[in-house]
């Protein structure tokens, strides 16, 4: 935590977030404790409103870790908004053009690269500041802005999106992605064609010297793609989690 996410994934280290939709502080804060560097918190298909996403954030911080959001879609209000409540690392779906990353990095970062507003007063004291200016100073380094390459279109424009200024990384859905190269015929976040995505957004990001982020629906999965070049990975969910663990014990009562 401490708003280091940012200088740990710029240095190369690889990050392991878990991924949420359940709206409670106290869940994401559990599931933090257990150490994840990270924890996401999905506000496009999770069940997150404005104030539990204002104090789950903080309870990650409490917890050690670094909170992340993921936005509705095209919701470039509530970027601006997390980051202001203390998240470290924003996540923007469908992100398929220049034009999309220049509208995210507008409301991400602070002049002269984007036209974040002021107002980060919570951010500040969670980085143990008695008012914003210093947080002002080093937010649009020590925070990160993820553009989310889940369609053909983004993977088409892709060196474009990029290499946008204030673009820190590419995440990739891969559920999305394998919909969308199939035109709905296919859901497989793990088809060969996603493979290949998966290929040409590791090459764009090692080009461009950005992150590159992946989805993943369990651990296996994350280690095999942290060793294949993938820095910020998502793994499984709190909803997945809890079924696990559930189906696990009634299981042994068998
Ligand atoms: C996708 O796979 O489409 C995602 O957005 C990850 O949840
Ligand atoms: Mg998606």
Known sequence: SN?????????????YSAWCGLPYPNVVETIAREG???????QQHGLWDTASTMQAIG????????PLVRVPLGQNAIVSRALDFGAEGLIAPMINSAADARAFVSAAKYPPIGERSLGAHRAAAL??????????VTANQDTLAFAMIETRAALDNVDAIVNTPGIDGLFIGPSDLSYSLTNGAVLDAHSAEVEKGLEIVLAACKNAGK???????????????AKAGFKFLTVGSDLAFLRAGTSAQLNGLA
Do not use: N
Not at 36 to 42: K, M
Not at 59 to 66: R, V
Not at 211 to 224: E, K, S, V
């Open 211 to 225: 992150i590159p982020g992946l989805y993943c629906i369990d651990a296996a999965r994350a280690a095999a793609k």
């Open 36 to 42: 994840f560097t990270a924890v996401t918190l999905d």
């Open 127 to 136: 980085a143990g500041f008695p008012d914003q200016r210093p947080y002002l």
């Open 59 to 66: 309870a990650i911080h409490l917890a050690g870790s670094a």
């Open 3 to 15: 708003f280091s996410l940012a200088r740990r994934l710029r240095a190369g280290e690889v990050v």
